[in-house]
């Protein structure tokens, strides 16, 4: 299947420190992506869906001030968690559709980002 | 999209067949069913979809009941590295939104 690769993998941030994550589409052109959040034993919930080039949507009760979505590109999307609180400590994912040779693909996931506030 | 039913949680035994069962009564003509599956502390893995037909890829099978108000996933023969919480999700094509559910936590012992 196609790849999403998303970085970093960990990151552990300061309390009311800006943390940046990418989600890169590496051999097809997303022109759909979407962020989850998970946490521990829970399942996954949809954030945001963001088309490129358009403003991303959010799901209801997602902050966009704190959780900033850019798709500037077909194959990059960033997630910028800003002031950063220890609540929103949790496993970050990213999700990608878009165009394969001929046809639209499924959405493909990447490796997710776990992220520590302290 | 509609709502799924899955169990929380099977067992199964390695080199076995496992069978994870998802209800979907509420299932509309144009809804697809998917499958994921997310190992531990990894992002979720697509494994297969169908609309009404029975699907098989290298993965898994996928059985839809003829009414398609259930379907059943197949990992013909088990391996430790199946152990994963596995999503039965449905919904319309294209993929614009997936929200999943709680999923089954699938246990493949030695």
């Known amino acids: 299947g196609a790849v999403v690769s998303q970085h970093p993998s960990r990151v552990i941030c300061k309390s009311g420190t800006s943390v940046k994550i990418e989600c890169r589409s590496l051999d097809f052109q997303a022109t759909t992506m979407f962020w989850y959040r998970q946490f521990p034993k829970k399942s996954l919930m949809l954030m945001a869906t963001?088309?490129?080039?358009?403003?991303?949507?959010?799901e209801q009760g997602v902050e966009k001030d704190k959780f900033l979505i850019n798709h500037a590109s077909l194959t990059l999307s960033t997630l910028t968690v800003t002031s950063a609180h220890p609540e929103d400590s949790s496993f970050y994912i990213c999700s990608a559709r878009g165009h394969l040779g001929q046809g639209d693909t499924e959405a493909f996931f990447g490796q997710g980002t776990r992220l520590t506030v302290v | 999209d509609a709502k799924t039913t899955q169990p929380p949680s099977m067992d199964c035994a390695e080199g076995r067949a496992a069978n994870l069962p998802c209800n979907h009564s509420?299932?509309?003509?144009?809804?697809?069913v998917y499958w994921y599956r997310q190992i531990h502390s990894q992002g979720p893995q697509y494994i297969i979809h169908?609309?009404?037909n029975n699907e098989t890829n290298e993965m898994a099978s996928l059985i839809i009941t003829e009414d398609r108000k259930s379907s059943t996933l197949i990992l013909p023969h088990a391996t430790l590295r199946d152990t994963a919480v596995y999503y039965c999700i449905v919904r319309a094509a294209p993929p614009l939104r997936l929200t999943f559910g709680e999923g089954t936590q699938l246990t493949v012992n030695p």
């Open positions: 169908g609309l009404k």
């Open positions: 509420t299932i509309s003509g144009n809804e697809y």
């Open positions: 963001s088309n490129e080039g358009s403003k991303a949507t959010y």
